[in-house]
């Protein structure tokens, strides 16, 4: 059943890539009967011919939907001669903790306090702080059985801070665990992996006082500008790898395909300031949800 949603969210696209490969076909077809005839090849029978075609033009339906849905993995939407954007779905811990021979830096949305305390029952507390669900739990989990500290990951976050001579905009004294200390949306911390990669923790969202998320809409477009600010400030020509954002834990409210038409277009909004490439990230398991051809 999943298929079917699947296709449904890229029926649009097939549609063009089967003309597409309908027009490719009929190309080649004429090229192939300047040289050779139906009688050549043994086909003489209009009924024949006829179902040739709509047989290949079939098979063409058929590759477009695998190639579209199945097979294509990224889509660059944009370029310029520093760097582009390029779409593509993948899973961005599991990539991210992998390493590689190039130096990525892998956008982590997380709490204006930077929080690392994650939740895993919720019946041992009265107001769950990071659920253990959400990339910015899944991230600090991944963290831990990497061999790393909650110590060295909150000690990494302040020095960063402090580098930047970013200064707290409030106090949460209600606040009963976790940090009360909150910076401005869009401020980033980064933080090294054991490999090449460094991750940019990314200031998305406040909580009230019930410790739930929450960003909207406009904010979000105000921090992605944010991070795209810091991006061509330190980004240093890496590789800037950022998930959806605004979907789930966030409560932005946004589907996915609003998320990344979001993202995609308010980086190409600044495209002056992208001086490397740009990867937005589709989980893979979420083909049944969005597109990468926008």
Known sequence: MKILYVINQNVLYVGKCWIKCIGGFATILSIFFLFITWDDIGITSLNNKIALV???IIILLFWSMLWICFIK???VIWQSASGKIIVRYADLLEESF?????ERLYVIPVNSAFDTIVDEDISLCDKPLISPYSLHGRWIKKMLEAGKKIEEIDEEIKTCLQRQKKIPCGFLEDKEKGKKEIYDLGTVAMVKGYNKNIFLL???TNLDENNIAHVSVE???EVIRELIYFYDQHGQGHELVIPLMGTNFSRAGLTHNDSLRIIASMFQLY????HGNVSIIIYKGDKDKVTIDI
């Not at 992998?98 to 190039?102: D, I, R, V």
């Not at 495209?271 to 992208?274: E, Q, W």
């Open 54 to 56: 709509i047989a290949i």
């Open 73 to 75: 993995r990224k889509k």
């Open 98 to 102: 992998k390493g590689g021979k190039t």
């Open 202 to 204: 990314l200031a998305l």
């Open 219 to 221: 904010k979000m477009e």
């Open 271 to 274: 495209g002056d300031r992208i």
